[in-house]
């Protein structure tokens, strides 16, 4: 097994792990984020019910023309500080203002980081 497989095996474990203690209720949904080298994913799932309230993508073609006004490319991480607010605003939409963090095995740093606090600073509390 090389370097990359033992790595995807390892974030898989420390995800079932993780997800053992984490469910997300009406009152407090669970925020999952999915990262892939060049996107973001971040969803807020309500897992008693089994319905996603809401989710937010940086290929998703409202946060394109969102982050298309600057004059310079966005750097991952800023991209994910602005979905993290983006989804944050649609959660309050939804009257939702209190989350679970659900990480999914990745560290807490740089993307993943930027993410929580964009959430955060958007209202969210977790």
Known sequence: MDKAQERIKSRKRRMIRVRKKIVGTPERPRLCIRRSLRHVQAQIIDDIAGKTIAQAHTAAKSFQEKSSGGEK???????????GEMLAQMAKDKGVDRVVFDRR???YRGVIRALA???????LQF
Do not use: D, M, T
């Open 105 to 107: 095995g990745y560290g």
């Open 73 to 83: 490319p966005w750097s991952q991480s800023e991209k994910s500080k602005a979905l």
């Open 117 to 123: 606090e964009g959430a955060r600073s958007g209202g």
